[in-house]
C-alpha cells in the first residue's frame, strides 16, 4: 500500500492522504474500515458523502455542525471543509481529483472531489474560498493536488474543451486533451493562493497510465474507487 500525501499538511497535525489501489477499492465499506483501522484511526469517526459531480461542500468546523449531518440521511455533495479534531472524511476517485487544501496554521482543510465538472464549476476556487473564510488570520493558503489522469491520457471532445481555459487544453495531433492540474491552479491562483504553494505530486501519479498504483475508469470502465481522506488528530 502507498499513500500519497503532502507533507505539510501532515506537519499540523492531520493523517491524510490518496491510497493506492493496493488497500481494495473503497466502494467496499471493509476496506476502508480495514485501512482506517491499520492507521490507528476508528473507522466511526471518518464521514462520507454521495458524490454527484457537483460544487457542493460540506462543513464539519464544530460540533453542530457534526450532529446536523448526523441527523440527515443523505448527503450529496462532494467536498468537505473540516476543523474538528477526531473527525475525519473521504471522498472516492478514479480518474478525478482528490484536491486538498489548507490554511498554514492548520484550523481548517477541505478535502474535494474534482471531476472536470467540478472544476468548471469552480469547486477548487470556492473550496479555497471557504478555507480563507474559515482562517483570516492564516499567512498562506497551500494546496495539494492529488493522483488524477493527467493531460497525457485525459482526451475529451470539442464541446467539453471549450468549458475551460485555452492554456488547459493541449491539441496533439488533432485531439484535444485536458490539463485539470492547471485548470485548478488557475483558480485557485485567482482565489490567492500562491503558486509556490500549490503541489501536484510527481509524474506518477497519472492515474490512466499507472496501472500498478491506480484504478481508472478512462483505462478500465471500472467501479472500484481510489480512497481519499483527512483526518484531525
Known amino acids: 500500500m502507498k499513500i500519497f500525501s503532502d507533507e505539510r499538511l501532515v506537519a499540523l497535525g492531520y493523517v491524510s492522504g490518496t491510497v493506492s489501489k493496493h488497500t481494495g477499492s473503497g466502494r467496499d465499506k471493509a476496506n476502508v474500515e480495514r485501512l482506517m483501522q491499520k492507521l490507528g484511526i476508528e473507522p466511526a469517526r471518518i464521514l462520507g458523502l454521495n458524490q454527484v459531480h457537483g460544487d457542493e461542500i460540506i462543513k464539519i468546523l464544530n ?43 492548520g484550523k481548517a482543510v477541505s478535502l474535494t472531489h474534482c471531476g472536470w465538472r467540478g472544476v468548471v464549476a469552480q469547486l477548487p476556487k470556492k473550496a479555497a474560498k471557504m478555507v480563507g473564510q474559515n482562517a483570516p488570520k492564516a499567512k498562506n493558503i497551500c494546496a495539494f493536488i492529488g493522483p488524477h489522469i493527467s493531460a497525457c491520457c485525459f482526451e475529451v471532445k470539442e464541446d467539453v474543451a471549450n468549458k475551460f481555459n485555452k492554456t488547459s487544453i493541449i491539441n496533439k495531433d488533432g485531439k484535444l486533451f485536458v490539463d485539470l492540474a492547471n485548470e485548478i491552479t488557475l483558480q485557485l491562483t485567482a482565489e490567492g493562493v500562491k503558486k509556490e504553494n500549490i503541489k501536484t505530486g510527481c509524474n ?26 483527512v483526518y484531525k488528530i
Open 204 to 229: 506518477c501519479q497519472c492515474t490512466a497510465c499507472n496501472k500498478e498504483d491506480f484504478f481508472s475508469y478512462r483505462r478500465d470502465k471500472t467501479k472500484d474507487a481510489l480512497i481519499s481522506f
Open 63 to 105: 460540533a453542530e455542525d457534526l450532529d446536523n449531518y448526523r441527523k440527515q440521511t443523505t448527503h450529496n455533495a462532494d467536498g468537505w471543509l473540516l476543523g474538528l479534531s477526531g473527525v475525519g472524511a473521504l471522498i472516492l476517485t478514479a480518474d478525478c481529483v482528490p484536491l486538498y487544501i489548507w490554511d498554514d496554521d
